[in-house]
Nanobody
Framework: QVQLVESGGGLVQAGGSLRLSCAAS????????MGWFRQAPGKEREFVAA???????TYADSVKGRFTISRDNAKNTVYVQMNSLKPEDTAVYYC???????????????????WGQGTQVTVSS
């Protein structure tokens, strides 16, 4: 059974940093794209960042230059380092991956088969 477990969320002041982690279990995802989505209160879920099996990454325009996604295939884990946080970054952050190997990173929700439970990030002004 595949599980994605996020950690690292919390409350931070604007301008601060957080690092989210997502540990996958149940199978190896070293050949799969992994990524992050987020959902703010009253808003639709949106793409944040994704990273391919080889390390190629893509970001939403709203986080480009502030967030960095990375992965450790040996640990079956994906991270997102979030710097210069803004109140509008407040959301529940979800870790995602898919079941198809060598599937390029995409912003489309439907491409991701597995989702974590989410971790809350709150940025105060």
């Amino acid at each position: 059974q595949v599980q994605l477990v996020e950690s690292g969320g919390g409350l931070v002041q604007a301008g601060g940093s957080l690092r989210l982690s997502c540990a996958a279990s149940g199978r190896t995802f070293s050949s799969n794209t992994m990524g992050w989505f987020r959902q703010a209160p009253g808003k639709e879920r949106e793409f944040v960042a994704a990273i391919s099996w080889s390390g190629g990454s893509t970001y939403a325009d709203s986080v480009k230059g502030r967030f960095t996604i990375s992965r450790d295939n040996a640990k079956n884990t994906v991270y997102v380092q979030m710097n210069s946080l803004k109140p509008e970054d407040t959301a529940v952050y979800y870790c995602v991956t898919n079941s198809r190997s060598y599937y390029l990173p995409t912003v489309a929700e439907r491409a991701y088969d597995y989702w974590g439970q989410g971790t809350q990030v709150t940025v105060s002004s």
